[in-house]
């Protein structure tokens, strides 16, 4: 059963611990403050079982080593996003060297990492690569 839509420019909400307050949120910091994609993937794994978690993430390619290619499920609206990147691989002391010329590209409808590398520069596939994109969806 749908009801139409719900429009409103602020949330505003008792707070439950302390009653007699009342919180307001501007939902543009809702729309705009969030993530628009996310993913946490074992690259040591078998990257065709898919990521541990993700959002608005389609298909996952293992390109090479420390070199992985995020498929967006809704399409951002320009490549001028944010990408936020952790690692973790005790194994490896791997880090997230997505930097420089050439070693990753934001795309419309992609991200691709090519540059996840340990601490001795080697290229590394971690246990843990974190990844949240901040910007605008088209």
Request: glycine share 8%; hydrophobic share 35%.
């Amino acid at each position: 059963m749908a009801f139409g839509n719900l429009k409103f420019d602020t949330l505003t909400t008792s707070d439950a611990k302390n009653t007699s307050t009342e919180k307001s949120l501007d939902t543009s910091y809702l729309f705009n403050g969030v993530a628009k994609a996310w993913i946490n993937l074992n690259g040591a794994g078998t990257v065709a079982d898919g990521p541990r978690d993700s959002f608005n993430t389609g298909s996952l390619t293992d390109n090479a080593t420390g070199d992985y290619t995020i498929a967006y499920s809704n399409t951002m609206a320009n490549v001028n996003y944010a990408t936020v990147s952790s690692v973790l691989d005790t194994s490896t002391n791997a880090m997230a060297q997505l930097a420089g010329a050439g070693d990753f590209s934001n795309g419309t409808s992609s991200f691709r990492t090519a540059n996840v590398r340990n601490v001795g520069n080697s290229s590394v596939d971690p246990e843990h690569l974190m990844l949240a994109m901040h910007g605008d969806v088209a």
